[in-house]
T-cell receptor, first 112, second 110 residues
Framework: SQQGEEDPQALSIQEGENATMNCSYKTSINNLQWYRQNSGRGLVHLIL?????REKHSGRLRVTLDTSKKSSSLLITASRAADTASYFCATDVGSTLGRLYFGRGTQLTVWP | SQTIHQWPATLVQPVGSPLSLECTVE??????LYWYRQAAGRGLQLLFY??????ISSEVPQNLSASRPQDRQFILSSKKLLLSDSGFYLC?????????FGQGTRLTVV
């Protein structure tokens, strides 16, 4: 069964605004990752946050992790039209197989 | 650098026809390999994973099979496609702290 669930399913904002997407998961994790998918393409890794970290930054991305609530958020600041894509969270539960559990994704649309 | 190739990009096949999708990885050895399916507007469903040549594990029962004839080659197959096999198929391998995905194959079964 899928581990992560993103919220909202769809988000529509204007350029320059911030976009916040949330992810909830069910079991203990080793780390949580966020991926981006442009329409009809493969997924691209954005950022990873480990279970012992609470916040991480990468450029315009800010990720938080609350292991007590089993939730994470991805914030994209000063959004651009090029940020339009689907965003997925994926949890690594620490299995030796290295498999990830993906949520259903948030479709972000940024209007110019 | 590591790259992952997946082909074809799009495929339209009639019901009952066979399927073969191929994925190859470059720049790494003995990778863990995965086949995912993504239905329209949905998340990724793990179909198969492989930790080595000839080692295949299936996550869900289905009309598909997978094989790994070489260390960096992963093949998704079907003997007879069903309409429900339509979807976007993604091959991936996991490095340290991230997964690398191919560009996907859009399969439409008609």
């Amino acid at each position: 069964s899928q581990q992560g669930e993103e919220d909202p399913q769809a988000l529509s904002i204007q350029e320059g605004e911030n976009a916040t997407m949330n992810c909830s998961y069910k079991t203990s994790i080793n780390n949580l990752q966020w991926y981006r998918q442009n329409s009809g393409r493969g997924l691209v890794h954005l950022i990873l946050i480990r279970s012992n970290e609470r916040e991480k930054h990468s450029g315009r991305l800010r990720v938080t992790l609350d292991t007590s609530k089993k939730s994470s958020s991805l914030l994209i600041t000063a959004s651009r039209a090029a940020d339009t894509a689907s965003y997925f969270c994926a949890t690594d539960v620490g299995s030796t197989l290295g498999r990830l559990y993906f949520g259903r994704g948030t479709q972000l649309t940024v209007w110019p | 650098s590591q790259t992952i190739h997946q082909w074809p990009a799009t495929l339209v096949q009639p019901v009952g026809s066979p399927l073969s999708l191929e994925c190859t990885v470059e720049g790494t050895s003995n990778p863990n390999l995965y086949w995912y399916r993504q239905a329209a507007g949905r998340g990724l469903q793990l179909l198969f994973y492989s930790v080595g040549i000839g080692q295949i594990s299936s996550e869900v029962p289905q009309n598909l099979s997978a094989s790994r004839p070489q260390d960096r080659q992963f093949i998704l197959s079907s003997k007879k496609l069903l309409l429900s096999d339509s979807g976007f198929y993604l091959c991936a391998w996991t490095g340290i702290d991230e997964a690398f995905f191919g560009q996907g194959t859009r399969l439409t079964v008609v």
